[in-house]
């Protein structure tokens, strides 16, 4: 290999490695990460097993982390850290694969295009295992493609750990074992290469055998209840354009280097790219149609490194002007969307940021209902109390307040039902999270009065059992004060003022200026009770006597004992 070729990859792995270390913090965990987090977290190694058993995947890369996590530790960078190395294992062996194929300058072009490919920059710097079995994937495809005595041992090492890196690596073994088929049937591969092919496919069986009980019951888990959506009909198409991160530029040039390499160096190209269209993508449609949807992009990412490699050697037998345009189009567009993902655009879910503002802004004594509260618990400090969504809503517990923390699925209805009891304070919005602050201590029972927003002095607004407007039954016991959710306006300097009547009590309490909450003094009061609100401001907007907003009302009642502790 000449100083030049050499000077080339050696470029492309270095711009490849700023697209993957650079900023690995910038953006937190998200949903699957923290999985992952979670998972090598866990106390010991067999309870760590017995996390990774109800998911779908093998505990080799969770074993590999959590012994990372001992030489580093478990931070955002820290965790994604062997992802980055992994991603630039991928690269050049993606590099060493193409030229194999045909010739230094494909190698040249294959590690620039995977080097800024989108699709692997962004699975490069997730703490996940794709990135590892993209490396695993390809590099044995490097032993397979020109074997020798070592190269089979090197490519047997590799297959034992495919599948403990990744369910796919079973699919990855598939298309490894068809490709080496199809070379031999073809002749252009000597038969011999079939025994150690099979063997060490036997040995991958063999070193798989500890896991296979478990694997089948994840399959059967999976089965039962899949989370992947139906696959598209076109699966082929659909599944070529999301590895190009649907980058139509990206997708069109690998395609046209596709067609060219089959056009003019046939014999090498095709086996291998059927083989692995065939394993990681039509067997698993065909698999989902069947049993359950299994195919998805990030599990076909061993078919990148070849969709790069059989594009750059049709791209690379072109004249010198024309490769180069052809690739610098593809390396243009994957080096904007590879940039960007990496330094520009917001995290798609930002449990990180939501965690920390819900740290800054609670209480001790405060509760977090979270969607999922395991995941959630990374970021949060511990001595937050965290409950499962499906847990009972505290109430009377001790909690005053009620956090309500989603992300990743993020329902509006949950609001909603969390406000049919208690009081709504404040929500927060950020990429895929929402976060909501409750008054648990407002509504003892399902009260949510709405009243008019806009009140005149004199006005009055009555509470009562029994009455037809503003008002639902009620019965109230212990020490009750009256709860009102408003603000005032400021017309003519002065606060808005409410006075607040529960027979024979009689309270006067000021709005504050901005949307928030305000409770009168707290009464003995027992069964039904009939209740009032008074405006008696006279402050003008224009001609209007206008300054006070009312937008709920409702009742915070504790009992003896519970007022005395306070």
Known sequence: ???????????????????????????????????????????????????????????????????????????????????????????????????????????????????????????????????????????????????????????????????????????????????????????????????PMALSLLAAALGLAPWLPRLLGQAQTYTEAPWYPEGSADSVAATWMALASNTTTLATALAAGAVLALARAGERVAPLLASHLLALVLIPQLVGWIAAPILRDRNAIALLPVMIACGAAGIASLRPLAAWTLAGLGLAASAVVATRGSFVDPPGEAWREAAAMLTRESSPGDVVVANHPNLWRHYLPADVRIQSATDPIPTRDGARRLWLAQAHQVHDEWIAAHGERNLLLQEWSFPGARVALFDLAAYPAPLAYDVPGD??????????????????????????????????????????????????????????????????????????????????????VGEVDRNAHLVRAGWDCQSSEQASEE
């Open 1 to 195: 290999m000449s100083w030049e070729i050499r000077a080339g990859i050696g470029s492309a792995l270095v711009v490849g490695g700023g697209l993957r270390f650079a900023a690995l913090d910038r953006n937190g965990l998200w949903l699957d990460e923290l999985f992952t987090a979670r998972a090598i977290e866990r106390e010991s190694w067999a309870a760590m097993v017995d996390e990774l058993a109800t998911d779908v995947h093998p505990p080799g890369y969770f074993g590999l982390l959590r012994l990372w996590g001992h030489l580093a530790d478990h931070g955002d960078s820290a965790l994604r850290v062997p992802s980055a190395l992994a991603g630039l294992a991928t690269i050049l062996a993606t590099a060493l694969l193409a030229r194999r194929l045909a010739g230094d300058r494909a190698g040249v072009i294959a590690a620039w295009l995977a080097a800024v490919a989108p699709f692997l920059v962004t699975l490069d710097r997730e703490a996940r295992s794709n990135a590892t079995l993209a490396a695993l994937a390809t590099w044995g495809l490097v032993c397979l493609v020109a074997p020798t005595p070592r190269r089979w041992i090197a490519y047997a090492a590799v297959a034992v750990a495919l599948p403990w890196v990744h369910v796919f690596g079973l699919f990855v073994l598939l298309a490894h074992a068809l490709y080496v088929a199809a070379e031999c049937a073809t002749g252009h591969r000597a038969r011999d290469d079939l025994r």
């Open 455 to 540: 009140l005149r002095e004199g006005d009055i607004i009555h509470f009562w059992w029994g009455a037809r407007v503003h008002t639902l039954p009620v019965e109230l016991h212990g020490r009750c004060a009256m709860v009102l959710v408003g603000w005032s306006d400021g017309a003519g300097g002065e606060a808005a003022q409410i006075e607040v009547h529960a027979d024979p009590y009689v309270a006067e309490v000021a709005l504050p200026a901005t949307l928030g909450v305000v409770r009168g003094p707290r009464w003995p009061l027992e069964g039904d009770t009939v209740a009032a609100l008074r405006f008696v401001n006279d402050g003008k």
